[in-house]
């Protein structure tokens, strides 16, 4: 039996969708799976039926691109619902960015349990959010930092004259930053 033979033996068409679903061996994460080669000669394997669509209908996958399902159905070998995209767009189009979103973005507290409050979250460009406390501890090597405290982290304290506070309102010890400079 010929490849193309063995593929559309085991296809039923969907005509609502225009999805050709697998109705062979489907693998746990939701791929038609078939199995091709021999054993005799030892070149025996199973290789996703998407793949060998794309193969038979399209041609060669371009190295360094994958297969990537338009329709969202991951048993579909429909080869006009498939795209070679990079594994990058495959995953910015997939189900998993919005899940991780409604997961993350339902959380209370970070993992440290710092409360996500609207004064301790910071909102990334990229549209991810951080806990501030967080980061303000990370920015000192760990050491909890307050803006109300009397000495800095390396325990000198703050005075007037000692201080200096930008435009942001962010303080530093002048002592400190001195004996960064002689060094």
């Not at 078939?34 to 193969?55: E, K, N, Q």
């Amino acid at each position: 039996m010929s490849l193309i033979d063995k593929f559309l033996d085991r296809v039923s068409s969907e005509p609502n969708t225009g999805c050709w679903l697998w109705s062979g061996s489907v693998s746990k994460n939701g791929y038609g799976v078939l199995t091709i080669g021999s054993r005799s000669d030892a070149t025996r394997r199973r290789v996703y039926a998407h793949r060998i669509a794309y193969l038979l209908y399209k041609g060669e996958i371009p190295k360094g691109l994958e297969p990537d399902h338009k329709c969202r159905v991951r048993s579909c070998v429909n080869p006009d619902h498939l795209e070679a995209v990079t594994r990058s767009v495959n995953t910015k189009r997939g189900l998993a960015p919005t899940l991780l979103a409604a997961i993350n973005g339902s959380k209370t507290h970070c993992k440290n349990g710092h409360a996500f409050t609207p004064d301790n979250t910071y909102l990334r460009p990229t549209g991810g959010r951080s806990c501030r406390e967080c980061l303000r501890l990370r920015a000192c090597g760990g050491k909890p930092r307050s803006r109300f405290s009397e000495k800095c982290t390396n325990g000198h304290p703050y005075t007037e004259a000692s201080t200096y506070t930008n435009g942001k309102g962010h303080r530093s010890c002048r002592t400190c930053i001195r004996e960064r400079y002689a060094r």
